[in-house]
């Protein structure tokens, strides 16, 4: 068995050849020590032990895992659950290697020899793997930055929606109509994000064009009077109505108020419906584009 293990140490290349050359040779002297029959003296007592500790190992894994996760469930307050998913994740990963590594050393693989092997599979895996390795380190940038949390709204390379899940690779929205947006975490860490949810009070805007011959200030009062006296808009900062500017026939106004988060659309779509219906009711119209046509004789 030892003189099979001792392949590994032995059949260490020199640096230029390549990884299919070391694997090859690696497999030739494998075959050969089993031709000679020299490793069947211990083997089966060996495999029985890796089989024993592979289910053990599978057993007790699963056991920290469930603790772990208990442990943040008690407090999940205090973290966002998409951290609580890559912490279980890593821990998951960390302890399974580690028993691969167990194995790997009841073998009796010197682990100094199989390094060599290793390394130049990790190299070829990460020159074809860039762009996964480098999601998963947006990923952990994500979840340390904490930009934004499961369940608020947000908006990521022009893409608008609710935070579903943040994992080691993608952040998932759920978008207003409904559906699934997958965006790769390296994206997410290299445009611009704008997080709607991140305050806990937030201000609308609703801008109202009217004709040039509109006499703004009574209009101005009773729409003020309408939105104070909904007890969703907050006291301070106060609101506004003003005059932002001035068109071609026309008075640029908007209406500014601050309300809860939470209760932003609701609000904004309930003032949209009853200004429109009072400018209606009450003789004001909207502006529009007017061209004035002038006939010489």
Request: charged share 20%; hydrophobic share 50%.
């Amino acid at each position: 068995m030892f003189k099979f293990l001792n392949l590994l140490t032995q059949a260490q290349e020199p640096a230029n050849e390549s990884f299919g050359e070391q694997i090859s040779q690696f497999f030739r002297d494998l075959w050969a020590q089993v031709s000679d029959g020299a490793l069947w003296g211990n083997i089966f007592t060996r495999i029985l032990i890796v089989i024993i500790v592979i289910i053990v190992g599978h057993f007790l894994i699963k056991a920290i895992l469930g603790i772990l996760g208990g442990f943040l469930k008690i407090n999940k307050k205090r973290r966002d659950p998409s951290v609580n998913r890559f912490i279980v994740n890593v821990v998951s990963f960390v302890l399974r290697f580690l028993l691969v590594i167990a194995v790997i050393a009841i073998l009796g693989i010197p682990l100094t020899g199989l390094a060599n092997v290793i390394s130049s599979a990790i190299l070829a895996i990460g020159l074809s793997l860039q762009d996964t390795v480098a999601n998963f380190a947006a990923g952990v940038q994500i979840l340390s930055t904490k930009p934004f949390a499961t369940g608020d709204w947000v908006e990521i390379a022009g893409v608008s929606g609710s935070v579903t899940d943040v994992d080691l690779m993608t952040t998932s929205l759920k978008s207003a109509t409904g559906q699934k947006v997958i965006i790769p975490n390296k994206t997410v860490m290299n445009n611009h994000k704008i997080n709607y949810g991140f305050y806990p009070t937030r201000q609308a805007r609703i801008e109202i064009a009217f004709p040039e011959e509109t006499v703004i200030e009574p209009l101005r009062d009773v729409i003020l009077d309408m939105v104070r006296a909904d007890s969703r808009v907050l006291d301070e900062p106060a609101v506004q109505f003003v005059v932002t500017g001035f068109g071609e026939n026309q008075i640029n106004t908007q209406l500014r108020y601050w309300t809860l988060t939470g209760d932003f659309w609701d609000v904004q779509f309930e003032f949209n419906d009853k200004i429109a219906k009072y400018l209606q009711e009450n003789g004001y119209v909207f502006s529009y584009f007017k061209h004035s046509v002038i006939l010489e004789k």
